[in-house]
């Protein structure tokens, strides 16, 4: 059992309807897409072309803090408020999407930007299902 999911199910109270497991997977791939984005950025850094990479750069520190951000807002239950958590989810799920895209773009001459794009697929879809599932 993840650690997410054992922090959700030690949580002692109801977490007000939301899905438990859409709510574990979308945590886990927050966290998962910013250590992703910022090996990329990281990665993007050492490339000899890091010029022609600042906006990927970019695009993965910005997906980066989101995710961080969005990952421990779904983190804090008491007082949940759902009009927030469905504005930080559309927001991580427009950067995820613009991360996403960006590195696909790199994808075919540098494979961390393929892993990142991977990433960002996921959490985006992740963002977009437990949006979905909310009342």
Not at 2 to 30: F, H, N, Q, W
Not at 82 to 100: F, H, P, S, W, Y
Not at 116 to 131: K, T, V
Request: some cysteine; hydrophobic content about 40%.
């Amino acid at each position: 059992m993840s650690v997410v999911a054992e922090m959700l199910r030690t949580y002692p109270k109801d977490l007000g309807g939301v899905d438990r497991e859409k709510l574990r997977a979308c945590i886990e791939a927050c966290v998962e897409c910013a250590q992703a984005c910022t090996a990329c950025a990281d990665a993007c850094l050492s490339e000899d072309m890091v010029a022609e990479l600042t906006t990927c750069i970019r695009t993965n520190a910005d997906c980066a803090d989101v995710c961080e951000a969005t990952g421990r807002v779904l983190s804090r239950h008491t007082g949940y408020d759902a009009n927030l958590t469905r504005a930080v989810l559309e927001a991580c799920a427009a950067a995820c999407k613009a991360c996403g895209d960006e590195c696909a773009s790199h994808a075919s001459m540098h494979e961390h930007c393929r892993v990142c794009a991977e990433a960002c697929r996921r959490c985006e879809q992740a963002c977009r299902e437990l949006i979905a599932s909310l009342g």
